[in-house]
């Protein structure tokens, strides 16, 4: 896809993958950028992005978002539903209020924007693209977060099927990063102590570089680290490598969370 002159909503722009997006993507000849989280300090000033508050894990606010975008920039040529809500208990530690706020975020939220979408291009041969962060955790099930895990799998069955929904003109990415360099995803939220991640770390821009070479490529499927579809496809051809690998995961957590 060519990406200059393109109309983009990127959410969960504050920070991370989404905060160099939105850098990047801002260099692009004619390009506008709606740039979507809940702290604005984050968001620079530049003729060419809009800043835009919200709680995405809300209807109203995607609702909201969609007119707003409609409003001032005449449509959305490309929209990057990338804000995601961290969790990493064990299941047991797990409240209903961790189960909402999860889903709300990570699942419900991009569901209803792939909708949004659809219907915002349904009369129209214009291209179009909704692009969605998941994880390679949602492709190897590894014994660290079951319910961040549950939402990643629930948004990578989505895109395999809704894809098929899509005209000609239009498509649906996944996003598959592995682990991100200067975050606090893998913070543990009730010890503060790190949990046990497995792949390789990048850096957001590096995920954010390899992000948009598979937009420019087409390609529908994106793996930002190296090696990651091949480690996936060696854990589920071989099936012992993914226990032996999980059983040290394990081990590895426990001792910690006892210390």
Request: proline letters at 4%.
């Amino acid at each position: 896809m060519d990406l200059r002159n393109k109309r983009i909503i990127i959410t969960g722009a504050t920070s991370g993958i989404g905060q160099q997006l939105m850098y990047m993507l801002s260099k692009y000849e004619g390009t506008k950028i709606i740039a979507v989280g809940r702290r604005m300090r984050n968001i620079p000033i530049a003729m060419n992005i809009i800043p835009f508050k919200a709680d995405i894990s809300l209807k109203k606010n995607i609702d909201e978002l969609f007119d707003f975008a409609i409003e001032k920039l005449g449509g959305i040529d490309i929209f990057i539903s990338n804000a995601g809500y961290s969790y990493f208990h064990t299941h047991q530690h797990a409240q209903w209020k961790d189960f909402d706020n999860i889903f709300k975020t990570n699942v419900l939220a991009s569901i209803y924007i792939t909708k949004k979408m659809l219907d915002l291009h349904l009369n129209t041969a214009k291209e179009f693209m909704v692009a969605i962060t998941v994880s390679c955790i949602a492709k190897v099930h590894l014994p660290t977060n079951p319910v961040y895990i549950a939402s990643k799998s629930a948004l990578d069955g989505f895109i395999r099927t809704v894809k098929y929904e899509f005209p000609p003109q239009g498509k649906i990415v996944g996003i598959y990063p592995a682990r991100v360099k200067h975050t606090n995803f893998f913070e543990d939220m009730i010890s503060g102590q790190k949990v046990e991640m497995p792949g390789t770390v990048q850096t957001p821009k590096q995920v954010a570089k390899a992000i948009i070479r598979g937009f420019e490529k087409n390609k529908k499927t994106i793996y930002t680290a190296p090696f990651s579809r091949i480690t996936i496809y060696l854990f589920n051809v071989f099936p012992f490598i993914l226990k032996w690998y999980s059983n040290r995961i394990n081990k590895k957590n426990i001792a910690v969370s006892n210390n």
